[in-house]
Structure formats: C-alpha cells, structure tokens
T-cell receptor, first 112, second 114 residues
Framework: DQQVKQNSPSLSVQEGRISILNCDYT??????FLWYKKYPAEGPTFLIS?????DKNEDGRFTVFLNKSAKHLSLHIVPSQPGDSAVYFC???????????FGTGTSLTVIP | EPEVTQTPSHQVTQMGQEVILRCVPI?????FYWYRQILGQKVEFLVS????????KSEIFDDQFSVERPDGSNFTLKIRSTKLEDSAMYFC????????????FGNGTRLTVT
C-alpha cells in the first residue's frame, strides 16, 4: 500500500539550474509533509517541511510546494549544486497517527 | 547540533540469533521511532514509542521484535530470532512533538543476517 509515491527514481540536472523533485500521495488525511536528503551510509537528514494550511514554504535554496487538490508536492532546489547530489525522500503524516510514510526516493545528480 | 546516535554501525549475525540495536535519541525529544530500509526499497515504519510504551506499530513489527527504553537515554530494538529477510538498514529517529514535528534520524545500523 504505497501511500506516498515518487515516480521518478532518478534525476540529473546541470549545476546552477533548478532541480524539481515530485511526490504524490493518496491519503487525504495527511496534513504534514517533509523532504529528507540522504547520502550513502548516512541516515536521512531533514530538509524542509510544510503543513497543509500552507501551499509554499521556502528555506534558502529549497522551496516546497503543496497542491492539496492534486495531492501533490514538489521540492525545488535553485540553484542546484554538486553537493546536492543525494537521494531525496518525501514523507507525510496525519496528526491522527504516529508514523510517517515515506516515498521510495529520487536520486538527484547535479552535474558540475 | 544534537544528533541521534546508533550503535553498532554494522551487525552481522546468523539466522536464529538475537540482536539488539541501540540508539541514543536527542535528549529533549519525547517520541522515538524505528524504521528500516531493505536494500533498494522504501523506508518503512516499524514502531513508535512514547511515554515508555509503544504508541503505534506496523505489520512488520511482529512478535519477534521488541523495543525498550531501559534508562533515560537509550532506546533499543531487539530482534529475537533473526531471519534472512531481516537484513536491512535500521534507522532510529526521534522528534520533539508528535504532530508537525520532523523526525531526526541516526545514521543507521546495517544488519546482515547470514
């Protein structure tokens, strides 16, 4: 039961350009969404979050957009840097529960 | 910056043996979690823990699994009789609040069952 989906397993972007990572969810009870970045042999690192009362949240080069009607969120990284190369996971939770549901991840490669 | 620490980083065990994975959550966090990631697959929820008891668990978290907070700092995951399919990265996480609060993950323990 894949409640959070990342349909692109990989993405390559030129340094300096925008990276757009996408995520879809099916559970309308989800009200809190996060993006994590993961390097090999490390745990996921929290990047940015958004609650369902907002449609955009920005933190430096990272912006998360939420489209509740489409059950879709995206992470924009601009400008992309080689150090951004990692696997990015989106995750979602409902305040009625105690767990986060993760997507399968998108591997981002930023080409210098 | 405070972080979640996990030990060991890699554990190799034989099928049928018991393993204990250890975690030290961030000190002011109240909610604790175990997740796992089988190679090439998604990060899967195992269990959440609050106020010294399990608050939620997944179907994966069957009777062979148990969690404990034996003292004020450690949070452990025990697998009683390991199976080959238990081979995965096990991540511990903690958060300050339950709702609208990000999980902070440790670097994981790679469990290999032979």
């Amino acid at each position: 039961d894949q409640q959070v989906k990342q349909n692109s397993p990989s993405l390559s972007v030129q340094e300096g350009r925008i990276s757009i990572l996408n995520c879809d969810y099916t559970n309308s009870m989800f009200d809190y969404f996060l993006w994590y970045k993961k390097y090999p042999a490390e745990g996921p690192t929290f990047l940015i979050s958004i609650s369902s009362i907002k449609d955009k949240n920005e933190d430096g080069r990272f912006t998360v957009f939420l489209n509740k009607s489409a059950k879709h969120l995206s992470l924009h990284i601009v400008p992309s840097q080689p150090g951004d190369s990692a696997v990015y996971f989106c995750a979602a939770s409902a305040n009625t529960g105690n767990q986060f549901y993760f997507g399968t991840g998108t591997s981002l490669t930023v080409i210098p | 910056e405070p972080e979640v620490t996990q030990t060991p980083s890699h554990q190799v065990t034989q099928m049928g043996q018991e393993v204990i994975l250890r975690c030290v959550p961030i000190s002011n966090h109240l909610y604790f979690y175990w997740y796992r990631q089988i190679l090439g697959q998604k990060v899967e929820f195992l269990v959440s823990f609050y106020n010294n008891e399990i608050s939620e668990k997944s179907e994966i978290f069957d009777d062979q699994f148990s969690v404990e907070r034996p003292d004020g700092s450690n949070f452990t995951l025990k697998i009683r009789s390991t199976k080959l399919e238990d081979s995965a990265m096990y991540f511990c996480a903690s958060s300050v609040h339950l709702a609208n609060s990000p999980l902070h993950f440790g670097n994981g323990t790679r469990l290999t069952v032979t």
